[in-house]
């Protein structure tokens, strides 16, 4: 199965040629695409020395959510993985994050820092923040995540295409959790390891990013517009394809007939 790694990239010099390399070490059949989202720090100059990887440009910071969407009409392998461009998530847990998907057990999983994986003891208030915010989108999807606002998902990509996603920036998150719940969709999480960093080291996300949570977790799961519910789940669209497939091959063989 080829593997596709999304990676939304927003000034990450210090950081994005060591994260590609440990990338390219792991032991998968894959594709690597980097969406550049308007960076001004110099990773674009660093990009441009690498191969072997697409590369998209942003001429302006859109966002995270942007940049994945960005990314999706490139995307030709069978399951995405959404990699951050910092080194607080690790590649060498790719293996554990598609066995659920492999196995033909889930549609989607969630890397989570909460179930026991080894972490960098870091700010009690995000952490807190994050248990909130995990637990308000719990209560109004019914499902029971423990991290729903990490950056380590990956999906089957016949799903992530079907879902019209909005959000451009760290919405993405509780968006496309709430679309997924809405679909019934198989969700798991497993633990993983988190290296986290400090602002000193070139942390992004505030106390904003966490208002805008909350918006996004009302907004999706209680307002959904007409196009958001008309989704198909993966196992439908599993049927159709095949549906598809058999009307394809007997209208070959009626025409040979013929």
Known sequence: MKVSIIVPVFNEAQTIRELLHRIEGTDLHKEI?????????????????LSGITILLHEQ???KGAAIRTALSYVTGEVVIIQDADLEYSPQDYPVLLTPILEGQADAVYGSRFLGGPHRVLFFWHAVANCC???????LTNINLTDM?????VFRTSLLRNITLQSDRFGFEPEVT??????????????IAYHGRDYVAGKKITWRDGVAAVYHIIKYNLFPSQRQIRLVPHHVLQRNQSLSSQGQLAAGRLRKGA
């Open 33 to 49: 695409i980097v969406v550049d989202d308007g960076s001004t720090d110099g990773t674009r100059d660093v990009l441009a020395a």
């Open 61 to 63: 910071n859109f966002g």
């Open 133 to 139: 915010l995990t637990l308000l989108s719990n209560m």
């Open 149 to 153: 606002e990490t950056g380590f998902k």
């Open 178 to 191: 709430a679309k997924l719940a809405r679909l019934g969709c198989r969700i798991y999480e497993v633990p």
